[in-house]
């Protein structure tokens, strides 16, 4: 059975910080990875989806890696802003059929 | 393109009535995930769901929940007898599929259930 971990829990940033955020999954037989954000009360907005086969994608100051054989997956935020305040999640697609979501980063960035 | 679209946005119900959620996925997609996000807890698969077809419902509790996607019209996730433990944000993606890859899902913005 899959599970998905993220570390840490809640982050706290001044802004301008450039900061990473970790994903890790059991079990390395994946299809693909999304990065979402998470805004309170708010629906889920996809920021990068990786490819069993890639190793990294990236949308403007968003970069994410993907380390299949250990099971990882990081977040880079370049040059936080107050407006990247929200949870982050992590989620996985092992059988083609559902993703399974770790427990999320929330972060918070200070003007 | 509008997304994924989900009605209503708030529901209210009493202990033991029922609750209807819906969902209409984006244009072109024809799979639906139903997820739920349990207060102050992650989000959890529910089922995952073809035009008239229930692929996967591993993560359907066994009792009082149910989930259809008929031929016309949205998708809807019914939920009988509502307990106070029903009270949750539920989440609707939709994607388009390919045989032997997956496509990104793409989230609704949830419907919250608050049950009294």
């Known amino acids: 059975k899959q599970e998905v971990t993220q570390i840490p829990a809640a982050l706290s940033v001044p802004e301008g910080e450039n900061l990473v955020l970790n994903c890790s999954f059991t079990?390395?037989?994946?299809?693909?990875l999304q990065w979402f954000r998470q805004d309170p009360g708010k629906g889920l907005t996809s920021l990068l989806l990786?490819?069993?086969?890639?190793r990294e994608q990236t949308s403007g100051r968003l970069n994410a890696s993907l380390d299949k054989s250990s099971g990882r997956s990081t977040l880079y935020i370049a040059a936080s802003q107050p407006g990247d305040s929200a949870t982050y999640l992590c989620?996985?697609?092992?059988?083609?059929?559902?993703?399974?979501f770790g427990g999320g980063t929330r972060l918070m960035v200070k003007p | 393109n509008a997304g994924v679209m989900q009605n209503p946005r708030h529901l209210v119900r009493r202990r033991g009535q029922e609750a209807r959620l819906r969902c209409s996925p984006m244009?072109?997609?024809?799979?639906v995930y139903w997820y739920r996000q349990l207060p102050e807890e992650g989000l959890k698969f529910m089922v995952y769901?073809?035009?008239?077809?229930?692929?996967?419902e591993s993560g359907m509790p066994k009792e009082r929940f149910s989930a259809e996607f008929p031929k016309e019209g949205p998708s809807i996730l019914r939920i009988q007898q509502v307990v106070r433990g029903d009270s949750a944000a539920y989440f609707c993606?939709?994607?388009?599929?390919?045989?032997?890859?997956?496509?990104?899902?793409?989230f609704g913005p949830g419907t919250r259930l608050t049950v009294t």
């Open positions: 993606a939709s994607s388009k599929r390919g045989a032997g890859s997956s496509y990104e899902q793409y």
């Open positions: 079990d390395s037989a994946i299809y693909n």
């Open positions: 990786i490819q069993s086969s890639q």
């Open positions: 989620a996985v697609d092992n059988a083609g059929n559902m993703l399974t």
């Open positions: 244009k072109g997609h024809s799979h």
């Open positions: 769901l073809q035009k008239e077809n229930i692929i996967d």
